[in-house]
T-cell receptor, first 109, second 115 residues
Framework: QKEVEQDPGPLSVPEGAIVSLNCTYS??????FMWYRQYSRKGPELLMY????GNKEDGRFTAQVDKSSKYISLFIRDSQPSDSATYLC?????????FGTGTRLQVFP | GAGVSQSPSNKVTEKGKDVELRCDPI?????LYWYRQSLGQGLEFLIYFQGNSAPDKSGLPSDRFSAERTGGSVSTLTIQRTQQEDSAVYLC?????????????FGPGTRLTVL
């Protein structure tokens, strides 16, 4: 079993929809929780990171962490075609990031 | 430079050959990470440098893989006697310091194909 599980998708939604992306994890020692966005043939770019349980909002994006359930989510409001990308969750332990496999999101006009 | 750069962007090699992949981190960044991204596997941590030393090499999959960093800047990942299962995108990231989780910036990657 992988330490971080993420549904690979693809997830296809119409423009304007609310998107929910999720990851589960098994290691309670994970400290920071991040979401990265990766466009095709590009490196991942950090969208958001959180430390504690709860919600963190940044524009159209909300990151949610539930440490008791070992579950994290990323919500995208008013999704746009430009949001079409692969979204990777990542978690830190000591000095490295452990990534999920990524969820491919397609937002169609 | 403005961002992390990697070269070559694409590399096709024959099984059994050695390859070298290069990473130029953001100027002044002391932390440098190598990851491997295979289809459907997500990003797999390979090695972490702080300055020129590598306190964590735990992700290197075999002794055919090695990496070095010189002058606290450029890093080279070397794969000896390449195998087909080494085919993947190799990504480099740099950070401002140790445990710079929220400040890791990734390069565009090197796509390695082993025939």
């Amino acid at each position: 079993q992988k330490e971080v599980e993420q549904d690979p998708g693809p997830l296809s939604v119409p423009e304007g929809a609310i998107v929910s992306l999720n990851c589960t994890y098994s290691n309670s020692a994970f400290q920071y929780f991040m979401w990265y966005r990766q466009y095709s043939r590009k490196g991942p770019e950090l969208l958001m990171y959180t430390y504690s349980s709860g919600n963190k909002e940044d524009g159209r994006f909300t990151a949610q962490v539930d440490k008791s359930s070992k579950y994290i989510s990323l919500f995208i409001r008013d999704s746009q075609p430009s949001d079409s990308a692969t979204y990777l969750c990542a978690m830190t332990i000591t000095d490295k990031l452990i990534f999920g496999t990524g969820t491919r999101l397609q937002v169609f006009p | 430079g403005a961002g992390v750069s990697q070269s070559p962007s694409n590399k096709v090699t024959e099984k059994g050959k050695d390859v070298e992949l290069r990473c130029d981190p953001i100027s002044g960044h002391t932390a440098l990470y190598w990851y491997r991204q295979s289809l459907g596997q997500g990003l797999e941590f390979l090695i972490y440098f702080q300055g020129n030393s590598a306190p964590d090499k735990s992700g290197l999959p075999s002794d055919r893989f090695s990496a070095e960093r010189t002058g606290g800047s450029v890093s080279t990942l070397t794969i000896q006697r390449t195998q087909q299962e080494d085919s993947a995108v190799y990504l480099c990231a740099s950070g401002a310091g140790p445990f710079s989780y929220n400040e890791q910036f990734f390069g565009p990657g090197t796509r390695l194909t082993v025939l």
